[in-house]
């Protein structure tokens, strides 16, 4: 009998159950079975199936959680709405507040936004997080401070009704606002060009406060300065500079060690490393690369720190525009240990992703304009900064391992936008990853497609009869693959990549900012953590927050669990609980095929769901 056998055994059998429901079913069987499903079960399958996500303990939320993001993903259910204040906002230095953001004035164009990121869990059940986002809005820092969980249900009872709209939202989550600009910070000068949040771990031990927030900002002036914002600190808001000797910011990112090395690329030539916890009031770099020769012409783009011990940087135009440096605690090698070029390497172009033939071909000169370092994984092997995205000037994202002697081993590339310039990344865990474009507001979602990755299919949980194939005609799974049918080999094994334009539809397009808002590049995206359903990308003058969540699921993510009640009128209940305030923007996407293939759907309003594309979420229709 399956319950006599010993636990090793019964985990060896649940790591290949493919979905959440197949280990309900075992935990019905018995007691015995019960109480190892809800001790060990739900962990199992958790590591076994998101092998790249590390989640806390929680692992029957985790389940639920991760597979019904998975299946959101897969399905292209999102809500998104431009980020602006829903409570009052306090303004340090002055203690004053506000009721919304300060947008820039007297500027041709608006501000490039630069986001940062952050959640942790603060209590004992999956929705009790603490999430902390920051932006540079022109020369003014925003900061939000959500908190959800039963801590901050109590706090939304514990608040009079008619005082709740300045603090809570619809899902009872604790908003607080923060804005903070000196009077001398003008905009245009004084823009914020660079900004990094430190986690708890990396703070020094006076300012470990829960309403501390550390931020290091960088400007296009020339100062990087260590700020801490907090409700509770109206002055002495600048811990530390340190020195660039006047040269403007251009980027900068911090080491996720407990004891941070930061890096910025200063004018257009060097890159300097900075220890972040010193105690002195400026720093001087402990390193300084001069990474664009004199006698070269080019400049650096990027920075980001793959690990906790390696740098990369993107510079160009060059022959070999990536560079990763070996950093240690007392600064960085002054050579670097790789150098990533397009030389030796002829790409043919497969589908929607271009693979390393290895057989030779022409180089050229290029730029890198982004980077973002791929998680290890339990089951794939490796190490921290072995493997790295980059977002080239030509429109690729290349796939690099530095254990690999290939200049790149994979290539993704949009088959429609295909020679837009990629000004960002963002990877999530390593099942995906986020590209922003340079126009049209574009973002770009790719399937990484490799080891360690992917590794559940919410299309596991239906049978053969349930959909059908979006394929026209339907294309025949190949007898090798041991698929059943030809929609359940489409999502296992033939999944498309998809672009989402970040601006509004129809007559109201333009009411958010100018026709520039619709022409801008993608910034800067953020997310707070694999696991989270939060995406943030910057567009010119605006940051939109896409929440990846269907508004037509009865059990959605835990975090949503508190809110408005059931009344039983089905438009009434959704509007109420994920649109109260009539912010939802109606997006256009398309699927990444050939030009011929390509079809235009765009999300219905609110309340007006016409379920006609099999496969995606309930608001997607074609047309306008």
């Not at 709405?81 to 500027?107: C, D, F, I, M």
């Not at 940062?116 to 540079?136: F, I, M, N």
């Not at 060097?270 to 020769?293: F, G, H, K, M, Q």
Request: charged content about 25%.
């Amino acid at each position: 009998m399956l319950s006599d056998l010993p636990f090793e055994l019964i985990s060896h059998i649940t790591s290949y159950l493919p979905t959440a429901r197949s280990l309900l079913c075992l935990s019905l069987t018995c007691q015995r079975l019960h109480e190892y499903v809800e001790k060990e079960g739900y962990r199992v399958f958790v590591q076994c199936r998101f092998p790249s996500q590390p989640t806390p303990p929680f692992w029957k939320e985790a389940a639920h959680a991760l597979t019904t993001l998975s299946r959101n993903w897969d399905c292209k259910a999102f809500l998104a709405r431009s980020l602006s204040p829903s409570a009052s906002v306090v303004r340090l230095q002055t203690g004053g507040s506000t009721a919304n953001q300060r947008r820039p004035r007297g500027q041709t164009m608006g501000f490039q936004p630069v986001i940062d990121s952050y959640e942790e869990w603060v209590g004992k059940e999956w929705a009790a997080r603490r999430e902390v986002l920051a932006w540079g809005g022109g020369a003014e820092l925003m900061v939000r401070v959500r908190t959800s969980g039963i801590a901050a249900e109590e706090r939304w009872k514990d608040t009079k009704s008619d005082k709740r709209i300045f603090s809570f939202n619809q899902h009872h989550q604790h908003l607080e606002w923060i804005a903070y600009r000196e009077q001398w910070h003008a905009d245009g000068r004084d823009d914020i060009t660079s900004l990094n949040l430190l986690r708890s771990s990396q703070r020094v031990v006076e300012d470990t406060s829960a309403t501390n927030e550390e931020i290091i900002v960088g400007r296009a002036s020339g100062s990087l300065e260590s700020v801490t914002v907090s409700p509770d600190r109206l002055q002495n808001i600048v811990n530390t500079r340190y020195n660039t000797r006047d040269r403007p910011v251009r980027a900068a990112d911090i080491s996720s060690s407990s004891s941070p090395l930061l890096a910025a690329c200063l004018s257009d030539t060097v890159v300097c490393v900075y220890p972040v916890n010193r105690e002195s009031s400026t720093i001087d770099p402990i390193a300084e690369l001069v990474v664009i020769p004199a006698d070269t012409t080019g400049r650096t783009w990027s920075t980001r720190f793959i690990s906790s011990d390696r740098l990369a940087v993107g510079l160009g135009s060059s022959l070999k525009p990536l560079h990763v440096y070996q950093t240690t605690p007392d600064g960085v090698t002054r050579e670097p240990i790789r150098k990533f070029s397009t030389a030796g390497s002829k790409l043919a172009l497969s589908s929607d992703v271009i693979v390393d033939t290895g057989d030779g071909g022409t180089s050229g000169t290029s730029s890198v304009y982004s980077i973002a370092a791929i998680p290890p994984s339990s089951s794939a092997g490796g190490n921290a900064g072995d493997l790295l995205l980059s977002g080239w000037y030509d429109g690729g994202i290349r796939l690099h391992d530095m254990r690999s002697p290939s200049s790149c081993v994979q290539t993704y590339k949009d088959p429609i936008d295909t020679f837009s310039a990629i000004y960002s990344l963002l990877s999530i865990g390593r099942e995906r990853f986020v590209a922003g474009g340079a126009r049209h507001s574009i973002i770009k979602v790719f399937d990484l497609r490799m080891a360690g990755g992917k590794a559940y299919y919410y299309t596991d949980v239906h049978g053969c009869n349930k959909h059908f194939s979006s394929r026209s005609p339907p294309k025949p799974p190949p007898q090798k693959s041991g698929a059943c049918c030809e929609w359940h080999y489409e999502t296992h094994h033939d999944r498309r990549n998809w672009n989402v334009f970040l601006n509004r539809r129809g007559t109201a397009s333009y009411r958010m900012g100018t026709r520039r808002n619709s022409e801008s590049p993608v910034y800067s995206l953020s997310a707070p953590s694999a696991a989270s359903t939060a995406l943030y990308a910057g567009i010119e003058n605006d940051v939109v927050q896409l929440d990846i969540v269907s508004m037509m699921d009865k059990h959605p993510d835990p975090v949503f669990k508190f809110g408005p009640q059931k009344t039983g009128n089905v438009d009434f209940d959704i509007k109420k609980k994920w649109d109260p305030r009539g912010d939802l923007m109606r997006l256009a996407m398309y699927e990444q095929v050939p030009m011929g293939a390509m079809r235009l759907r765009v999300q219905s309003q609110v309340g007006d769901f016409d379920a006609g594309v099999p496969g995606w979420d309930d608001r997607w229709c074609d047309g306008w």
